[in-house]
C-alpha cells in the first residue's frame, strides 16, 4: 500500500513539473492570457484530485492476513467453521493460516509461534485447552495480535478482543430435559464429558443440573476428549459393568456416535444416546428411526463463522464490539429432525 501512495505523489510531482514547464515563457514572450491560466488551473486541480483518489483506493486495498487454530481440525464440526471462514475471508482478498494441534495443547502453542513470525494481522482462535493455551495468549499480546476466541472460552477473556459461541449450557440443559421427560422414573447413567475443554464442561453442567434430582444415579463419568475412537474404548468397557444404563450423555456428537458404536456392540436396544453438535452424522441417525441416538443440543457451526468474521472485521476497521456473542442452541430429536435436513449443518 506503501508503494502505491508514494507512486501516486510521483505522479503529483510529474504533473506539477509537466505543467509548470507547459506555462513557462521565455523574458521577452507576452503574459500568458486570462483563460490559458485559467485552464493550467483547472487542470492541477484535476489532477490533484485524480491523485486523491488514487491514494485513497490504495488505502482501500490494505489487506490481511489472519491465523487460524481449532483443537481438532478433523472434527467436522470445525471443518466446516474452518471452510466458512477461509471462504469470507478469501472472498474480501485476505488471507488465512490455517493450523491444527489435533487436540496437542503443546503443539498448538508451538503452532501459534510459527503464525506470530509469518506476521498474521489477528487471530481465530480456538484452544485445545482453556489454561494450557495461556503462554499462546502471552505471546499474542506481546505482539499486538488481537485474538477472536471461537466456540470454547480460553480461561482467561481479558486476553481476547471478543468471544463468539453457542450457548453451551443450555445445549447440555435441554438434552437433560429431555431425559427428564421421557424417563421421570430416573434410573442409572453414564456421563462421557472432557474437563479440559471449557465448551463440554458447560454442555455437561447443563444436562447434570437438568436432571438433578430426578431420580437419576451417574454410575461413571470419564474424560472421552471429545473424540469417537476414545469415547468408544471407554464406553466398550463401562457398558461391560454397567450394561444396563438408561442413558449414555456424550459432550458432543462425535463422543455420543463413539458411545452408540459401543451399545451397538454391546447389544444394548433400550439406552438413550445424547450428543451436543446437531452434526450431520447424528441427524442421519435420528432420522433412521432405528437409533439408539436420541437427541442432540444442537449448534450451528456456519452462525459460529459467520459471526467470528463479522466481529474480526469490525475490530479490524476500529469499531467498537461487544465483548461476547452468544449463538443460539437448541434440541433437535428424531420428532423435528425433518425441519433441519440431514444433509449439512442448520
Known amino acids: 500500500m506503501k508503494r502505491k501512495v508514494l507512486s501516486a505523489v510521483m505522479c503529483v510531482s510529474m504533473v506539477a513539473a509537466m505543467l509548470a514547464g507547459c506555462g513557462s515563457k521565455p523574458a521577452d514572450t507576452a503574459a500568458p492570457a486570462a483563460d490559458d491560466t485559467a485552464t493550467e488551473a483547472a487542470a492541477t486541480q484535476a489532477a490533484t484530485e485524480a491523485v486523491a483518489d488514487a491514494t485513497q483506493a490504495a488505502g482501500d486495498q490494505e489487506h490481511y492476513t ?3 487454530t481449532c483443537m481438532d481440525g478433523t472434527n467436522p464440526f470445525f471443518v466446516t467453521i474452518e471452510k466458512s471462514i477461509r471462504e469470507q475471508v478469501e472472498a474480501k482478498g485476505d488471507t488465512l493460516i490455517t493450523t491444527d494441534p489435533a487436540n496437542d495443547v503443546t503443539l498448538q ?12 494481522d489477528a487471530i481465530f482462535l480456538n484452544p485445545a485447552e482453556a489454561e494450557g493455551i495461556l503462554p ?8 499486538g495480535i488481537p485474538i477472536i476466541n471461537f466456540d470454547t472460552e480460553v480461561a482467561d477473556l481479558t486476553y481476547v478482543a471478543s468471544y463468539a459461541g453457542s450457548d453451551n449450557y443450555n445445549a447440555g440443559k435441554v438434552c437433560g430435559e429431555d431425559l427428564v421427560a421421557k424417563c421421570p422414573d430416573g434410573g442409572d447413567i453414564i456421563v462421557l464429558d472432557s474437563p479440559t475443554m471449557n465448551s463440554v464442561v458447560d454442555r455437561t453442567n447443563g444436562f447434570l443440573d437438568a436432571i438433578d434430582g430426578k431420580g437419576f444415579n451417574i454410575v461413571a463419568q470419564q474424560d472421552a476428549k471429545g473424540n469417537l475412537e476414545v469415547s468408544m474404548g ?10 444396563d444404563v438408561v442413558a449414555i450423555f456424550g459432550g458432543n456428537d462425535p ?9 451397538n456392540a454391546a447389544g444394548l436396544t433400550d439406552c438413550k444416546i445424547y450428543g451436543v453438535d446437531g452434526s450431520p452424522d447424528i441427524k442421519a441417525e435420528l432420522a433412521s428411526g432405528e437409533s439408539l441416538i436420541e437427541g442432540t443440543g444442537a449448534q450451528s457451526p456456519e452462525g459460529i463463522a459467520d459471526k467470528s468474521v463479522e466481529i474480526m472485521y469490525k475490530l479490524m476497521s476500529g469499531e467498537t464490539i461487544d465483548e461476547r456473542y452468544p449463538v443460539e442452541t437448541f434440541l433437535i430429536t ?8 440431514t444433509d449439512g449443518w442448520q
Do not use: R
Open 234 to 243: 471407554i464406553a466398550e468397557d463401562l457398558l461391560q459393568a454397567h450394561g
Open 255 to 263: 463422543t455420543a456416535l463413539g458411545a452408540l458404536a459401543a451399545a
Open 136 to 143: 499462546a495468549l502471552d505471546q499474542l499480546k506481546e505482539a
Open 109 to 120: 502453542i508451538t503452532q501459534i509461534e510459527d503464525m506470530i513470525s509469518q506476521g498474521i
Open 66 to 68: 489472519f491465523g487460524y
Open 334 to 341: 428424531a420428532d423435528n429432525v425433518a425441519d433441519y435436513g
